[in-house]
């Protein structure tokens, strides 16, 4: 059977949030069954170890786990950037298993002879700095509008026959002072690649998905934020010397839901019994 998967060079993930109820773990499975990349670039925040709990581990994120090892044991070269929800797992960094390592940051030389810089970018977040409890308490707050925003979905796609609606998107576009954080974290990022000669910074963090060119005056930079699997359902390919933004639509969520595959039958212990069986042949 001919392989109908869209063959990428690196493939950027970040903000998928693992562990939540704002993780569209069923929407994230479908992209990754349609792709096949060479390098996978998991940008931080992929498992949300400030809000796991044991209560909530969903099928669907772990076969997001599973399928993410399934690349791991075929040698697809794969990075996890730590970031500030998994940071638990900054400890690790330099660990390395087969295809599989844990960094801070990672500088890749690209095909046309230019280099990306992937760092998540909780680094430039003064609250993560100064208040961390304050920050997890952001999350807290963050998860429970995204729960508000479903039901609220619910009733406008439902009753009112309306379309979907992003709460939190709204605050954030409709407040002065987050519009202007974002800014200037993408000014900052810039800055920062610009100075060490970079021609493209890659981050994650603020689920702010964006492409576009930064200057000043000591040159120019491609600044590249992959977004998140919360509101935006987004990720960065880069294939055939092109990055382009990789969004989730609606035309795609039709074919996921007639989509059945035997993997969909399998209960929790069994899915994790496979995974455990691919772990232990990456060790071999």
């Not at 730590?82 to 030389?109: Q, W």
């Not at 998860?143 to 439902?158: G, M, P, V, W, Y």
């Amino acid at each position: 059977m001919k392989d109908k998967k869209r063959k990428i060079d690196i493939l950027v993930l970040s903000d998928i949030h693992l562990g939540t109820y704002g993780c569209h773990a069923k929407e994230l499975l479908h992209y990754l069954k349609t792709v096949k990349p060479k390098t996978v670039i998991l940008n931080g925040d992929i498992i949300d170890i400030w809000q796991f709990s044991k209560h909530y581990w969903p099928k669907s994120h772990m076969k997001v786990v599973k399928h993410i090892m399934g690349w791991m044991s075929k040698g697809t070269r794969i990075w996890y950037i730590t970031g500030n929800h998994d940071e638990m797992l900054r400890k690790f960094v330099g660990f390395k298993m087969g295809s599989f390592k844990i960094a801070n940051k990672v500088v890749l030389p690209l095909e046309d002879g230019t280099k990306a810089w992937f760092f998540h970018g909780d680094v430039f977040d003064i609250t993560m700095q100064h208040s961390k409890w304050l920050a997890k308490l952001g999350a807290v707050g963050y998860d429970t509008l995204i729960l508000i925003n479903r039901f609220a979905n619910f009733i406008s796609e439902k009753i009112f026959k309306r379309g979907k609606l992003s709460l939190s998107k709204k605050i954030k576009n409709g407040v002065k002072s987050a519009v202007k954080f974002i800014d200037n974290f993408e000014q900052t990022a810039a800055d920062i690649g610009i100075s060490n000669q970079y021609d493209y910074v890659v981050c994650g963090h603020i689920h702010q998905p964006e492409m576009k060119t930064i200057e000043n005056e000591k040159g120019k930079i491609v600044y590249l934020n992959s977004g998140d699997w919360i509101e935006n359902l987004t990720a960065l390919e880069y294939a055939n010397s092109k990055w382009s933004l990789y969004k989730f639509d609606e035309q795609e969520m039709a074919a996921m839901k007639t989509a059945v595959t035997e993997e969909d039958e399998l209960d929790s212990s069994k899915l994790f019994d496979s995974m455990l069986e691919e772990f232990n042949s990456m060790r071999n």
